[in-house]
């Protein structure tokens, strides 16, 4: 027996020193290299590796390794589609496809995905837009029935068109619809070969800085908040809640690398992703069309819940129950290890109307870098004078006097008032009403920097 005992004895001492089972943890993301509202999820976190600096190496962890793949897609519908096979643990897409991923995986009888984190939003709507050729004579959006329009169906531009359509009294049947990714839309409006593109950000302000392409409606007139966030499989998420928490502290530090310098972190985006550094720095320098913020806020999910109403409406997304989807839990933990106060961020909301006036307008000279002007006049006349010596202009901000919403220079449509002074408008609607009422006189970009320059 007491052999026995101590036999017993010995094993379970060698139990306690055995090393502790190496297990591989598979991390599969799915992100969208062109979409720059899913970059602090994306390919900031992909190229700094902050996710590999974050992830747990204790207690279960101690001797896990970890195998992280990150897999790029053109919109957020594949993404789902490859969640739903197992091929993803995690997904970062836009507003209405993160509701018709949620969906889907609600409709299945035992997958769920959980909504855990934002990236960024823009409280206006803006960075969906609809893009028609340059020289086309479509300038509204009721001119596109019966005309041939391409979206990426099941994307955050497809939302927004069913919502323009709806606002218009118009519907998706009443258009030639075509489902084109934003790459070949673009591709057919430069050819001509479309009549117009819906498209997601930052596609229409690729198109207007390429000078291939004319919007003629913006996403900020759904009035609607646009937003994006990141999705993980639930089943994943219960295993490794930790990791979880990781990837969101990850975000949060992508989002304070790009306020840091957002000129340098425009340029270095440039590289990895192609998207040109000028249109970049429109939504990532102050003022510009992303707000970078990942805290799930009430006013986001009544969003979503407006988002899913409109397409329930149209029969194109099943039932979604918010309150089992929704989960805000990993962000909390992620915030307070961070010592981070989560319940303070979540009450900021940045409205652009606000929060951007009186913010100087910007030119970005090729050789000087960005200077900055207190007055539009200053600006078009400085524009004027830059190029006069023949020096380049990479690209030119201002904000738009209704809303505040950031824009290229050369987009704006401008009203000279009868005392010199200059307003720019982003729709040509508002600067027509505006130069009626105050008597003056409605110009394009080329034509104000005429005339403040003389």
């Not at 939003?121 to 020289?135: E, F, R, T, W």
């Not at 510009?288 to 006013?299: E, H, N, R, S, Y």
């Amino acid at each position: 027996m007491r052999l026995k005992a101590l036999s017993v004895a010995a094993a379970a001492g060698l139990l306690l020193i055995a090393p502790a089972y190496a297990e591989t943890i598979d991390i599969a993301i799915g992100h969208q290299s062109m979409c720059t509202d899913t970059y602090t999820a994306g390919i900031i976190v992909k190229e700094l590796h902050l996710l590999d600096k974050d992830l747990p190496h204790a207690g279960k962890y101690a001797n896990a390794t970890y195998n992280i793949t990150w897999k790029d897609y053109s919109s957020g519908g594949p993404i789902t589609n490859e969640m739903l096979a197992n091929k993803l643990n995690f997904g970062v897409m836009g507003d209405y496809p993160l509701i018709v991923n949620g969906a889907k995986f609600q409709a299945t009888d035992s997958l769920r995905t959980l909504y855990v984190s934002g990236t960024g939003y823009n409280l206006k709507g803006s960075g969906n837009g609809i893009d028609v050729p340059v020289a086309s004579k479509i300038y509204d959006i009721k001119q596109l029935t019966g005309k041939s329009v391409s979206t990426p169906v099941g994307s955050a531009s497809w939302g927004m068109l069913i919502k323009a359509l709806d606002d218009n009294h118009m519907t998706l049947a009443s258009l030639d619809l075509l489902n084109q990714s934003p790459a070949v839309g673009a591709a057919n409006i430069q050819a001509d070969k479309i009549d117009a593109h819906a498209d997601f950000c930052p596609w229409s302000e690729l198109m207007e800085f390429r000078g291939t392409g004319r919007k003629i409606y913006d996403g900020s007139q759904t009035g609607v908040p646009y937003l994006h966030g990141l999705v993980v499989r639930k089943d994943f998420a219960d295993k490794y809640p930790e990791v979880v928490v990781s990837f969101i502290k990850a975000i949060y530090q992508a989002g304070q690398w790009v306020d840091a310098d957002p000129m340098k972190a425009s340029q270095m985006m440039e590289g990895w992703t192609g998207v040109e550094k000028e249109v970049l720095y429109l939504y990532f320098s102050k003022g510009g069309l992303l707000t970078l913020d990942p805290t799930l806020k009430p006013q986001w999910i009544k969003t979503l819940q407006f988002d899913h109403d409109v397409l329930a409406k149209a029969d194109l997304s099943p039932p979604l129950d918010f309150k089992s989807w929704v989960d805000d839990s990993f962000i909390r933990k992620a915030y307070a290890e961070m010592g981070v106060n989560y319940d303070q961020d979540l009450a900021k909301i940045v409205d652009p109307a606000v929060a951007n006036r009186g913010l100087p307008d910007e030119v970005w000279e090729a050789k000087d870098g960005i200077k900055t002007y207190p007055t539009l006049k200053q600006f078009l006349k400085a524009v004027a004078d830059i190029k006069a010596t023949g020096a380049k202009i990479n690209a030119t901000y201002v904000y738009d006097n209704n809303s505040g919403l950031k824009m290229f220079g050369k987009s704006g449509f401008y009203v000279k008032s009868p005392d010199g002074s200059y307003t720019v408008f982003l729709l040509k609607d508002d600067a027509d009403s505006y130069a009626k009422s105050v008597k003056g006189q409605v110009l394009s970009f080329d034509q104000a920097v005429s005339t403040a320059g003389a």
